[in-house]
């Protein structure tokens, strides 16, 4: 079956076209709502400006296809193969992709709130000024994505693979990162407030002029995190910032505002913590061996146990 003889077809009430071959198929600005189309091969196709709100191509092979301005709204894409497509300017709002191979496409100003992309691939994918509001990326392969300026608000990135991933000034409050791992990613000026991180990696990090206030943190491994200029203030000292039992190991922390934030066990020997903010900080038994502090604020901070074996205090003297 040829894209017309489909188009017609479904003009005279038809829906089911199941394991369809339309490689390279023409189906620009066409109305397909609720078709069925899937395990259907559409690769290399255009299907630029087409309806095809929930539609079902469930199991799809739509690689290097364009879908630019499509309008997807609560289509079925589970288990297809998305892989080098152009989705760029696409509502995916309410949509199933759950598995779905999206490797290296292009979701630039694609509208993916509420998805449902658990264990999706998107490994190498250009996601900037996406919006992922309330999304969920549970498992996901996020390796390598450019999530830059993308709103993730809300979003459940439980156990996402995010290394090397490009979250640039991106919106994650409230989003869930618990025991992600985000290795070497990117997250400079990003907004992580309220967001939780209990159980993720950010080894080797960069959080430079990141808004952290409110993120709950325990247990996670950010051994060589970058942390310039990093904004972890909290007015309220009852609800302080929770960092106890982090390893912040060779952290780049200079110029940090702590202030009240709760590092209770923290081991962050080795860290630059040069004019750091730690008024009303919580230091209890952590570990600062060789940190340097010169000219850091420990105003009304608790340090009972705190290990400073050989670091360099704020006066610029060297603790025995």
Not at 24 to 46: F, K, P, T, Y
């Amino acid at each position: 079956m040829d894209a017309e003889e489909l188009v017609w077809s479904y003009g005279e009430g038809e829906r089911e076209f199941s394991r369809c071959e339309l490689h390279g198929a023409n189906l620009i600005q066409v109305d397909l709502s609720e078709i069925n189309l899937s395990r259907s091969l559409i690769d290399w196709a255009n299907l630029s400006g087409t309806l095809l709100t929930g539609a079902n191509l469930s199991y799809c092979d739509l690689g290097s296809s364009r879908l630019m301005g499509a309008r997807l709204h609560k289509i079925n894409l589970s288990g297809a193969n998305l892989s080098n497509t152009d989705l760029s300017w696409v509502d995916l709002s309410d949509a199933t992709l759950t598995g779905a191979d999206l490797r290296y496409s292009n979701l630039r100003q694609t509208n993916l709130n509420n998805a449902d992309l658990r264990g999706v691939i998107l490994c190498g994918a250009n996601l900037t000024g996406a919006n992922l509001t309330g999304a969920d990326l549970t498992r996901a392969d996020l390796s390598g994505a450019d999530f830059t300026d993308v709103d993730l608000s809300g979003g459940n990135l439980s156990r996402a693979d995010l290394t090397l991933a490009d979250l640039e000034s991106a919106d994650l409050t409230g989003s869930s990162f618990y025991k992600a791992d985000l290795s070497h990613c990117k997250l400079v000026s990003a907004d992580l407030q309220d967001a939780i991180l209990q159980g993720a990696s950010l080894r080797r990090a960069n959080l430079r002029s990141a808004d952290l206030t409110g993120a709950v943190f325990r247990e996670i491994n950010m051994s060589l995190v970058a942390f310039t200029e990093l904004n972890l203030q909290t007015q309220d000292m009852s609800n302080r910032i929770e960092l106890t039992l982090v390893t912040l190991r060779e952290a780049n922390l200079r110029n940090a505002n702590l202030k009240g934030v709760n590092l209770a066990y923290a081991l962050l020997n080795y860290s630059n913590m040069t004019e750091a903010c730690l008024r009303s900080a919580n230091l209890i038994d952590a570990s600062l061996t060789n940190c340097d502090l010169r000219g850091a604020n420990f105003r009304n901070a608790s340090i009972n146990g705190t290990i400073l074996t050989e670091a360099t205090m704020p006066d610029g003297s060297t603790h025995p």
